[in-house]
């Protein structure tokens, strides 16, 4: 009993880094190194919620966005399991997605700017294999789809392969720039995970795809969403807690006891 116990809530589960969705999130190292030397000036004061959410903002500004302020106070959660991390499948509808935003308190237009957090980064073939070869259950490629996306695509994540779950920028042209290249390339047909080609063909949304490619104030509104994204389900006040390390919750005291 004791060593069910043990295994169930020390060794035998996934955290949430393990969860699909996540499996090409990198930079962990740095804020292991940002964690180590506030625990050395602060310990026990900065959150690695917090942590995320600075090394967010400032990741944002040294690839040319523009600076937001960021809100703190939040608290780690105190449990992290792979089957916890419940984020959006690149296959959801347009109409779907805007429903689960709502349900965060997050606008239309909030979405999309949070969705242009894809103006940086990778995607692993897994996710949006789909579309190239299988789209819809169709035995074919997504037909919105541009033949040069599509072309570049085959070539970077063929349909049999034995060898590691290839990365493809989700911005295709500009991937390690802040700017709204995605929200251009979208609209000519190069979009790389589902919904995000779909938000600029659907009629609910094509037309804010366009405000957005026009907005002089994009780069503020990025970070207003951030700041919105933010406030999501946060815990403070006493709430979970601060973590040692980002890697692992605390460890809680086993209390014995109840055993005949």
């Known amino acids: 009993m004791l060593l069910l116990y043990f295994c169930a809530y020390k060794f035998c589960h996934k955290g949430e880094k393990k969860a699909v969705p996540n499996s090409s999130v990198r930079g962990y190292e740095l804020i292991d190194a940002i964690k180590e030397a506030l625990e050395a000036e602060c310990q026990g004061l900065v959150s690695c919620a917090d942590i995320i959410s600075m090394a967010t903002r400032d990741a944002v500004v040294l690839a040319g966005g523009k600076w937001y302020d960021v809100e703190t106070g939040r608290r780690d959660g105190d449990v992290s399991l792979a089957s916890n991390v419940n984020l959006p499948a690149v296959t959801i509808s347009v109409s779907d997605s805007i429903k689960l935003f709502a349900r965060k308190n997050l606008t239309q237009y909030d979405m999309f700017y949070l969705l242009g957090g894809h103006i940086v980064g990778v995607a692993r073939c897994s996710l949006f294999k789909d579309g190239i070869y299988n789209f819809n259950n169709t035995g074919g490629p997504d037909p919105s789809m541009s033949p040069w996306l599509l072309a570049e695509l085959k070539d970077k994540c063929p349909r049999i392969s034995l060898i590691f779950?290839?990365?493809?920028?989700?911005?295709?042209?500009?991937?390690?720039?802040?700017?709204?290249?995605?929200?251009?390339?979208?609209?000519k047909g190069n979009g790389v995970l589902q919904i995000d080609q779909q938000i600029a063909l659907d009629e609910l949304t094509k037309n804010i795809?366009?405000?957005?490619v026009n907005d002089p104030d994009f780069y503020t509104k990025i970070g207003e969403a951030m700041v919105k994204l933010g406030r999501v389900e946060v815990l403070i006040d006493g709430q979970g807690e601060v973590r040692k390390s980002c890697r692992v919750v605390n460890k809680k005291p086993f209390i014995f006891g109840g055993f005949n």
Request: aromatic share 12%.
């Open 165 to 187: 779950d290839n990365t493809y920028p989700l911005d295709v042209k500009t991937p390690s720039l802040v700017d709204n290249s995605y929200f251009q390339e979208i609209k």
């Open 209 to 212: 795809v366009d405000d957005i």
